[in-house]
């Protein structure tokens, strides 16, 4: 099939690079030639395991093309693949514009031109219900027949870090349409692809634009419940890794999303939970258990920085605070929304100096704190972070951060005080390396006077 994906951003794509691999010709395009240019030399703009190869070795095997020219794209394509950027406004709804620039495009390239074979014109970027509608009706408006292109909703589930691994074996894939003919269309060409059989789920627009919000927003819920859950556990001595075990035993509940930490982040969670509070306000319908789960977020993100201005009195001014990771979670560099934002923002408000070190995500970092680039340091080893330090934040999971050497760092630090936000670590085994130590979801264990 000929394929085209508008917008090269993180689903754009990563997907038109998978359908490549498939076998099937795609092109991508965006309007930033710039972007286009470095794609097309294998360049990639954002860290996700895996990708960089697969962009190179579909393009060599002249499956995958990049362009900024919309308008042949897609009238020399099959399936047009809407994976534009909807991010959120000032008061929480999406932004649509670029979904309107794009739209713009494709009406003028289409009107006058008749094909021998409907179009498929699939949304996969998260859209507020009743958009598939209004896209489909204004084709109508400006004569563009039915016939000629057929409008689909196909929301992605992919997940940042295993992107890759998800499209290829995906838990569910989600088609809505009006048109019969057009979802079997696309239906056959995930059936003809996939690695593994999975759900296939046919229905009308507005349920497929509705799943990917409902979805993100209830393990958005998991999160905040279970952090709410944790910070009770530090005050009555409760083990929440024993509390999560045996919720996530229940297969009624499930297992995943009951780790506790600073709060969720990325691209996802934060927006979609806005965006479904703002589409139900529309609808007059409270959303009051998404609310809540927005408002715990956003708490969740600092208040464990009380036990490190406790432990010093509130007197943190020039003390040098060593961050451990910055993306909003492993194997990414996305830091949109990410809880060190808030930490390091926090952090500075309180005249602390600060070190960070993060294994892909610092160019990133320095983009959003220009200003404050004499109260940063980035650091580039592990070493580096820990030097002459007052406290160690973990704020990312990464894997390398699992193993680290507790008693080098220990003696390279000024004081030996270490705040795990992700549970890496337990109190027991900090403590056994002689550190001051606050794990989350324990009470902490300070045993200097300062």
């Known amino acids: 099939m000929k394929i085209c994906f508008v917008g090269t951003g993180y689903v754009g794509l990563i997907s038109g690079t998978c359908f490549a691999d498939l076998g099937n010709s795609v092109i991508c395009v965006d309007n930033n030639k710039e972007k286009i240019n470095c794609l097309r030399k294998g360049e990639v703009p954002f860290f996700e395991p895996g990708l960089s190869e697969k962009i190179i070795k579909n393009i060599n095997s002249n499956r995958l093309t990049f362009s900024s020219d919309l308008s042949q794209s897609i009238i020399h394509s099959d399936f047009i693949f809407i994976a534009v950027g909807t991010p959120d406004k000032k008061d929480g709804s999406a932004d649509l514009s ?14 006058f031109h008749k094909f021998t074979k409907q179009k498929l014109l699939i949304t996969k970027s998260t859209v507020p219900v009743g958009t598939g509608k209004k896209i489909a009706t204004l084709f109508k408006k400006n004569g563009i027949s039915s016939k000629n292109i057929a409008v689909l909703s196909n929301p992605e589930f992919l997940r940042e870090g295993s992107a890759i691994y998800d499209f290829f074996t995906p838990e569910r894939i989600v088609i809505g349409g009006e048109n019969a003919d057009a979802i079997q269309r696309l239906k056959v060409q995930y059936e003809t692809n996939l690695l593994h059989e999975c759900p296939i789920i046919t229905t009308n ?6 799943s990917k919000y409902t979805s993100n927003t209830f393990l958005a819920t998991k999160i905040s419940f279970i952090n709410e859950v944790s910070n009770l556990c530090e005050k009555t001595g409760a083990d929440i890794q024993c509390i999560s075990k045996i919720m996530g035993l229940d297969k009624r509940i499930g297992k995943l999303f009951l780790q506790p930490g600073p709060g969720y982040g990325g691209s996802c969670f934060p927006k979609d939970v806005k965006a479904l509070i703002s589409v139900a306000d529309e609808n007059d319908v409270s959303m009051d258990i998404a609310k809540a789960t927005q408002s715990i977020n956003a708490k969740q993100k600092t208040i464990h920085l009380k036990h490190l201005y406790d432990y010093y009195n509130n007197d943190i001014k020039n003390k040098t605070i060593g961050i451990l990771g910055i993306s909003f979670k492993p194997n990414t560099d996305d830091i949109r929304e990410a809880p060190s934002l808030e930490i390091i923002k926090d952090l500075l408000q309180k005249k602390c100096k600060i070190k960070v070190y993060d294994p892909e995500a610092l160019s990133n970092l320095k983009k959003v704190f220009k200003e404050d680039a ?7 080893t592990l070493d580096d972070v820990s030097t002459d330090t007052d406290a160690l934040i973990l704020t990312t999971e990464w894997n390398m951060f699992r193993e680290l050497d507790l008693d080098k760092i220990h003696d390279l630090m000024n004081v030996p005080l270490f705040i795990d936000l992700r549970l890496v670590y337990t109190t027991k085994t900090l403590t056994a390396h002689g550190f001051d130590c606050f794990c989350i979801g324990e009470p902490p264990i300070f045993n200097r006077n300062y």
């Open 98 to 111: 670029s979904i309107d620039n794009v739209l713009e495009t494709i009406i003028s390239s289409l009107k």
């Open 374 to 380: 004499t109260n940063i340091i980035y650091c580039q």
């Open 205 to 210: 627009l507005e349920t497929a634009e509705l």
